[in-house]
Antibody, heavy 123, light 115 residues
Framework: QVQLQESGPGLVKPSGTLSLTCVVS?????????WSWVRQPPGKGLEWIGE???????NYNPSLKSRVTISADGSKNQFSLRLNSVTAADTAVYYC????????????????WGQGTLVTVSS | QAVLTQPSSLSASRGASASLTCTLR?????????IYWYQQKPGSPPQYLLR?????????ASGVPSRFSGSKDASANAGILLISGLQSEDEADYYC?????????FGGGTKLTVL
């Protein structure tokens, strides 16, 4: 069973860069699934940030696209998120998630989630 | 206007049924979308529950009780999550999700209270 674990700084200064890594165990990120980041501000709903495919292709939420980069390292079986020019509005719990195209085909669900990590943007 | 709209809260009694709706924006036809549902309890990540029922049958994730089912209401242009025989453990936030123009979109979530 696949497991995902986020890691990274819990505090980032305004205008700085948020960087998180997700280590995947129990499955290879270079197989047919895609891998995604989702965030949730305290007390609010879910927001999709973007995704990276097994071959390295990416798609991003249009509202964040200018500030986001998602990358992957197959040798370490992990993928990463960078969000530039952060403000207090970027304070949220950040989840890394598997998009299970291998089982469900096109338009697949986000079926395995990490526990999430809280990132606070503050000086 | 948001792509997906959910009522912010819903209350129902233990043992009763609860019908959670996810309405698609006008001009977007629910018939052309797969609607996914997630459950989130306080302090935990969302958990994938199911997608709306299709010709290929039940689409619940592994371990999800049969009390949970998904469907669509074409007349309302909405997806529906039906929870029957409500239990106290069903009290949670519920989110719907679709793929729209190649991107994942979530509804705003419904907080379900079991009385």
């Amino acid at each position: 069973q696949v497991q995902l674990q986020e890691s990274g700084p819990g505090l980032v200064k305004p205008s700085g860069t948020l960087s998180l890594t997700c280590v995947v165990s129990g499955g290879s990120i270079t197989r047919s699934n895609w891998w995604s980041w989702v965030r949730q501000p305290p007390g609010k709903g879910l927001e999709w940030i973007g995704e990276i495919g097994h071959s390295g292709g990416t798609n991003y939420n249009p509202s964040l696209k200018s500030r986001v980069t998602i990358s992957a390292d197959g040798s370490k079986n992990q993928f990463s998120l960078r969000l530039n020019s952060v403000t207090a509005a970027d304070t949220a719990v950040y989840y890394c998630v598997r998009i299970n195209f291998e089982t469900y085909g096109a338009y697949a669900p986000l079926d395995s989630w990490g526990q999430g990590t809280l990132v606070t943007v503050s000086s | 206007q948001a792509v997906l709209t959910q009522p912010s809260s819903l209350s129902a009694s233990r043992g009763a049924s609860a019908s959670l709706t996810c309405t698609l924006r006008s001009g977007i036809n629910v018939g052309t979308y797969r609607i996914y549902w997630y459950q989130q309890k306080p302090g935990s990540p969302p958990q994938y529950l199911l997608r709306d029922k299709s010709d290929s049958g039940d689409q619940r994730a592994s371990g999800v009780p049969s009390r949970f089912s998904g469907s669509k209401d074409a007349s309302a242009n909405a997806g529906i999550l039906l929870i029957s025989g409500l239990q106290s453990e069903d009290e949670a936030d519920y989110y719907c999700m679709v793929w729209h123009n190649g991107a994942v979109v979530f509804g705003g979530g419904t907080k379900l209270t079991v009385l």
